[in-house]
């Protein structure tokens, strides 16, 4: 059902943008990834010039991106490899809330589809989608959108289908803990050989879910889905 205009423009007058990111220091053992400054640590080779960006303390995908390259990756990524960790990562969509139709999906994060096999597309709320590559991957993303379930999925599209339901559905968010549009939000990602844990603003929504043949190790990479999202508190403990 699509929301009326006075909603949606009620939503997109609430943004709430700090001139200045708060730059917070998680507890001891955690290494910082992102300076705010410059791109140290970071894989940015000149094809993301006018891509990502750093502006105001903050990473900052552009939406007027130049013409791509083919055969280019145009996702953001560390220069470091990493096995298991804890990931503490700010973000925030700072898109125009708009109404579109969006893959509807089962509790268990598959598409429903028609009679023919076609994925039934029913409109949504959305001011953007990015996500997180755990290892570098797109099966291990851990999801920044606006699908009712909420942020924190993992692997969207590539669900183990071998799988249980029941582990299945531990791939999806127990609970929408997503701020409104343009408000910071916090993750809390770790990862332990091939499960996922997601904390999203103090709210555990994630425990156990697998991710069937994640590498061994691999960079943290940040989505370039064409949609506005920014990062900040970038930080990273190795565990053991």
């Not at 990502?52 to 552009?62: C, F, H, N, P, T």
């Not at 994640?214 to 064409?226: F, V």
């Not at 970038?234 to 053991?240: Q, S, Y």
Request: hydrophobic share 35%.
């Amino acid at each position: 059902m699509k929301l009326p205009l006075h909603l949606i423009l009620l939503l997109s007058a609430s943004f709430c943008f700090a001139a200045e990111p708060t730059h917070e220091k998680p507890d001891t053992g955690f290494t910082s990834l992102f300076d705010g400054k410059t791109w140290a640590g970071w894989d940015h080779p000149p094809h993301l010039e006018g891509v990502w960006e750093i502006a105001d303390g903050v990473i900052r995908l552009r939406t007027d991106e130049p013409k791509r390259v083919s055969g280019k990756d145009y996702n953001l990524s560390t220069t470091q490899k990493y096995k298991d960790f804890t990931l503490m990562i700010d973000w925030r969509l700072t898109g125009k809330p708009t109404v579109k139709p969006h893959q509807w999906l089962t509790d268990d994060g598959q598409f429903h589809l028609d009679a023919n096999g076609k994925v039934i597309m029913k409109d949504n709320l959305t001011w953007g989608d990015s996500g997180v590559f755990l290892r570098g991957v797109r099966a291990a993303q851990v999801n920044i959108w606006c699908q009712p379930c909420g942020s924190g999925e993992v692997g969207t599209k590539f669900k183990d289908l071998t799988a249980t339901k029941e582990e299945r559905m531990k791939t999806m968010p127990s609970v929408r803990a997503d701020k409104g549009p343009g408000e910071w939000n916090r993750f809390i990602i770790t990862l332990r050989g091939d499960r996922v844990d997601v904390t999203l603003n103090d709210t555990p929504v994630i425990h156990g879910a697998r991710v069937k043949d994640i590498p061994a190790e691999g960079p943290i990479t940040l989505q370039n889905h064409k949609d506005a999202v920014e990062y900040r508190n970038v930080f990273i403990k190795e565990l053991k």
